[in-house]
């Protein structure tokens, strides 16, 4: 049995697709990411997996659980972690853990022992009699994630968990989230914006763009579709980036040219030697390279040969996981 099971879905909102056919599986244990921009459908998705929103066709299923037809079943065997941060900042950290506990009908045993050593594992337990409103943005996060974990669910659903964090805090999050992994063996679905987060902590990556999964596969997997190994980022000046992508395009080591965030983004066999050729094709087109950068070859690349653009963080904007990000107006917003 698969933990997640997903058949042709679809979801449309009036004339608008926000889902198109998106099928895929999830092995019980798996760190499974989805990979995507703003509007791609992620968090459509996951409001129809955790039975907030009702697709318009297809299936999807929980631990063998039907979403639609099981709303309640499905809800006791998730656990969630939305992007917007949820705990009551007027309560402390062990009373906001103890009424989502509550929320489950936990016996109160269980429940203290419960809450006491998630806040152990999340590095809480001493702050866990203070305010929240006292919490750094790190430790909120921490809280949720407690949260997610408090009636022991068999599935985790973190939506953009490092959305709004400081990178320091970030990697106590992802640290967490790999000893979560050691400890209790969940089975992990996890959307983001951040293609560190994703080749860190991810098994297997689905890559979601304009409601459709347009590749799925191990980070290596994945790495190994792309015909070139080395990307060349370089700043160009005296010549327009029409006319240099014109230029470097014509020339037969390169595999593809694109500007992004005012530097051209070169695709090339070998990118040591590549990059005298280039400069030397630059300024005999009347230009000159201003700075020049040889990286391997990155998620980002693969996020690019699939999608045609690259994925920018400022895109990961706080928006509500009960309404979703691009959905039409008069559908909720």
């Not at 419960?114 to 152990?120: D, S």
């Not at 979560?180 to 902590?201: S, V």
């Not at 230029?247 to 070169?266: A, D, Y």
């Amino acid at each position: 049995m698969f933990a997640i099971e997903i058949n042709d879905l679809v979801k449309r909102f009036g004339s608008v697709s926000a889902l198109n056919g998106v099928s895929f599986t999830l092995n019980e244990g798996e760190f499974f990411g989805l990979l995507g921009p703003n509007g791609a459908g992620k968090t459509t998705l996951i409001r129809i997996l955790t039975t907030l929103l009702q697709p318009t066709s297809g299936k999807a299923t929980m631990m063998g659980i039907d979403v639609e037809k099981d709303k309640t079943g499905v809800r006791k065997m998730i656990g969630v972690v939305p992007q917007a941060m949820t705990s009551d900042l007027d309560l402390t950290g062990w009373e906001n853990m103890d009424i989502y506990a509550r929320f489950y009908n936990m016996e109160r045993r269980k429940r203290r022992d419960r809450i006491e050593y998630l806040l152990g594992m999340v590095g809480l337990r001493e702050r866990g009699s203070d305010l929240v409103a006292t919490y750094s943005g790190g430790m909120r996060r921490r809280l949720e994630i407690a949260k997610g974990l408090v009636h022991r669910p068999s599935v985790l659903i973190l939506d953009e968990p490092t959305i709004g964090l400081d990178p320091q805090s970030r990697h106590v999050v992802w640290e967490l989230l790999t000893n979560l992994r050691k400890e209790d063996r969940l089975t992990i679905l996890l959307t983001t914006h951040y293609m560190e987060e994703a080749e860190l902590l991810c098994e297997r990556i689905a890559i979601i763009d304009y409601g459709k999964i347009v590749a799925i596969d191990t980070v290596e997997g994945l790495k190994r579709v792309i015909p070139t190994k080395d990307v060349v980022e370089v700043t160009i000046t005296g010549i327009e980036n029409e006319r240099a992508l014109g230029e470097i395009k014509s020339l037969p080591f390169v595999h593809s040219v694109l500007f992004s965030e005012g530097r051209l983004r070169i695709s090339v066999e070998n990118g040591a030697q590549a990059i005298p050729l280039l400069v030397d094709k630059i300024e005999r087109s009347g230009g000159r390279a201003v700075s020049m950068l040889l990286k391997q070859q990155t998620l980002e690349d693969v996020f690019i040969h699939f999608t045609g653009r690259p994925i920018r963080e400022e895109e990961a904007k706080k928006v509500s996981f009960f309404i979703g990000a691009g959905i039409p107006q008069k559908w909720g917003r």
